[in-house]
């Protein structure tokens, strides 16, 4: 079954004091759904469940991000978390601030 794109939301995350890869990453996709409203649902008729998320997260040390914690934010559909090499270590007074960046992607299949 073809699909069709209908969003895409960015943002960031920051975790200032922590130096943790998953809670910036976390704070980027709640960011970013924050940003993020859907009405197409409700005007269409579409089942919420039929709808797939891709979300890519950004971070300095990919392999440390907790896809499960990251999944488990996106109430909806199906999910799928991509993790690359990506996002910031700022050193700030003596601490190291990571900075992760996050993009969603909402597909829906055409009828």
Excluded at 80 to 109: S, T
């Amino acid at each position: 079954m073809s699909e069709q794109r209908i969003i895409i939301e960015m943002a960031q995350g920051v975790d200032p004091h922590g130096r943790d890869d998953t809670k910036a990453a976390r704070r980027a996709v709640e960011q970013a759904l924050q940003g993020a409203s859907l009405p197409i649902f409700g005007t269409l008729g579409v089942d919420r469940e039929t709808m797939r998320v891709v979300v890519h997260i950004g971070v300095p040390r990919p392999e440390s991000v907790d896809v499960e914690v990251i999944g488990g934010l996106l109430p909806y559909g199906s999910v799928e978390v991509v993790v690359e090499a990506g996002g910031l270590d700022v050193p700030a007074a003596g601490e190291v601030h990571v900075m992760a960046v996050a993009a969603l992607e909402v597909f829906l299949p055409v009828r």
